[in-house]
């Protein structure tokens, strides 16, 4: 199964920072990657797909970028809606979808 | 407006068996992967199950053998029938839409819809 690993865990950042948080998978998923904002107790929303697509609705703020391994998603400007978890996912080689552990953007 | 609601999790013994519905609405049901995901406390999410729309099932090898996925079109609902549980199945289950979108040549595969999930303590 592929592994998917994300840094950092956690990070603060205050409203208007631009932020920045890696997702790398054990072994190359060309662009086969999604991204994920989670808030607890509410489902999950999808943000980006294919790595740099950004799925209908989401704000254009978020950005990601990447393939083979390694992967980023930026979100330019912090708003106050989105601090909450965010977690990626390979689609490459499935089942299984496998996720990150996720990074949790808290407030500074 | 499409929507996905979870029901049925609970406080359950080791070695029980609890079964959780999904209820879909706001779109053609039959017509999408569903599937089941799973976020343990401080954990990151765990897919558990998949139905596909040709009638394929899929589990992770952490449940298979033990977790049952089902679904009925007519009553656009999804089912996963949970047997021998453990401490290690503590967690709030989601369910999920799954869709594949083709560009140029390739098809992305992702999760756009989902629930707000059902609270599932396995303990005695």
């Known amino acids: 199964d592929i592994q998917m690993t994300q840094s950092p865990s956690s990070l603060s950042a205050s409203v208007g920072d631009r932020v920045t948080f890696t997702c790398r998978a054990s072994q190359s998923i060309s662009s086969y990657l999604n991204w994920y904002q989670h808030k607890p107790g509410k489902a999950p929303k999808l943000l980006i797909y294919?790595?740099?697509i950004l799925h209908s609705g989401v704000p254009s703020r978020f950005s990601g970028s990447g393939s083979g391994t390694n992967f980023t998603l930026t979100i330019s400007r912090l708003q106050p809606e989105d601090f909450a978890t965010y977690l990626c996912?390979?689609?490459?080689?499935?089942?299984?979808?496998?996720f990150g552990q996720g990074t949790k953007v808290e407030i500074k | 407006e499409v929507q996905l609601v979870e029901s049925g999790g609970g406080l359950v013994q080791p070695g029980g068996s609890l079964r959780l519905s999904c209820a879909a609405s706001g779109f053609t049901f039959s017509n999408y992967d569903m599937h089941w995901v799973r976020q343990a406390t401080g954990k990151g999410l765990e897919w558990v199950s998949a139905f596909g729309t040709s009638g394929d099932t899929h589990y992770p090898g952490s449940v298979k053998g033990r977790f049952t996925v089902s679904r009925e079109n007519a009553k656009n609902s999804l089912y996963l029938q949970m047997n021998s549980l453990t401490a290690g199945d503590t967690a709030v289950y989601y369910c999920?839409?799954?869709?594949?979108?083709?560009?140029?040549?390739?098809?992305?595969?992702?999760?756009?819809?989902w629930g707000k999930g059902t609270t599932v303590t396995v303990s005695s």
């Open positions: 999920a839409r799954g869709e594949t979108i083709q560009i140029l040549y390739s098809h992305y595969y992702y999760m756009d819809v």
């Open positions: 294919g790595a740099s």
């Open positions: 996912q390979q689609s490459y080689s499935s089942p299984p979808w496998t």
